[in-house]
C-alpha cells in the first residue's frame, strides 16, 4: 500500500527565506508525481508535475526534484513571500491519485 | 481558468436527504476520475476511483451504497451522498484526470453541511 509523507508538518518563515518541503512515498512505481498548494477553505491548485521519467521541473520561484529510486521528492520555494502562506500538499499516481500528509506554511513580513 | 469545475460549492441540507455533486472536465477527456473527502486540517482521503463506463472502486471502509458514483461519460462524475446525516458533513474534492498526459486537475470542491 503507497504511503506518502510529507515533513515538516509546519513551518513557519519570515519573508525572503528560500525553503525545502519534503515528500516521500513508499512504492517508487508510480507515473508522476504532483505539487499543489491549498488555501484555507479552498480547492486545489496544481503547482507542478514530474513525470516518473524526469528529475526536476521549475515554475518562476518554484523547483521540484524526483528521486523514484529513493522514493523522495522536494518542492524547493525560492525567496518567500507572504502570498505562499498555504498548505502544500505532493501527490503521486499509480492507478490510484493519492495524496501526503501534508504541509502547512506561514510566511510573516 | 479551471479545467475542472465542481457543482454545488456549498450544500445545507436536511438529515435524510440526498445530495448530488458533479464534477466536469471542461477541455480534456477524463477516463479517470477521482473522489475524495477532506476534513478539518487533514490531508485529502481517497473515497473512490470512477472510470468511465464501469463501476467505481471503493476504498476500504467507503460505503459504496452511502456514496454513489456515476462516471457516465469522458467529462462527468457524480457523487450522491444518500440519505445524509451529520456525520456526513465534510469538504467533498474531485479530481480529473488527463488520458492522456495523466495530470490531475482538482475542482473547487464542495462544502457539505448536514443540519
Known amino acids: 500500500k503507497q504511503e506518502v509523507t510529507q515533513i515538516p508538518a509546519a513551518l513557519s518563515v519570515p519573508e525572503g527565506e528560500n525553503l525545502v518541503l519534503n515528500c516521500s512515498f513508499t512504492?517508487?512505481?508510480?507515473?508522476?508525481l504532483q505539487w499543489f498548494r491549498q488555501d484555507p477553505g479552498k480547492g486545489l491548485t496544481s503547482l507542478l508535475l514530474?513525470?516518473?521519467?524526469?528529475r526536476e521541473q521549475t515554475s518562476g520561484r518554484l523547483n521540484a526534484s524526483l528521486d523514484k529510486s529513493s522514493g523522495r521528492s522536494t518542492l524547493y520555494i525560492a525567496a518567500s513571500q507572504p502570498g505562499d502562506s498555504a498548505t502544500y500538499l505532493c501527490?503521486?499516481?499509480?492507478?490510484?491519485?493519492?495524496f501526503g500528509t501534508g504541509t502547512r506554511l506561514q510566511v510573516f513580513p | 481558468g479551471a479545467v475542472v469545475s465542481q457543482h454545488p460549492s456549498r450544500v445545507i441540507c436536511k438529515s435524510g436527504t440526498s445530495v448530488k455533486i458533479e464534477c466536469r472536465s471542461l477541455?480534456?477527456?477524463?477516463?479517470?476520475m477521482f473522489w475524495y473527502r477532506q476534513f478539518p486540517k487533514q490531508s485529502l482521503m481517497l473515497m473512490a476511483t470512477?472510470?468511465?463506463?464501469?463501476?467505481?472502486?471503493?476504498e476500504q471502509g467507503v460505503e459504496k451504497d452511502k456514496f454513489l458514483i456515476n462516471h457516465a461519460s469522458l467529462t462527468l462524475s457524480t457523487l450522491t451522498v444518500t440519505s445524509a446525516h451529520p456525520e456526513d458533513s465534510s469538504f467533498y474534492i474531485c479530481?480529473?484526470?488527463?488520458?492522456?498526459?495523466?495530470?490531475?486537475?482538482f475542482g473547487a470542491g464542495t462544502r457539505l453541511s448536514v443540519l
Open positions: 479530481s480529473a484526470r488527463d488520458r492522456v498526459t495523466l495530470r490531475a486537475d
Open positions: 512504492d517508487s512505481a508510480i507515473y508522476n
Open positions: 514530474i513525470q516518473s521519467s524526469q
Open positions: 501527490a503521486v499516481t499509480t492507478d490510484k491519485l493519492i
Open positions: 477541455d480534456f477527456q477524463a477516463t479517470t
Open positions: 470512477s472510470n468511465e463506463g464501469s463501476k467505481a472502486t471503493y
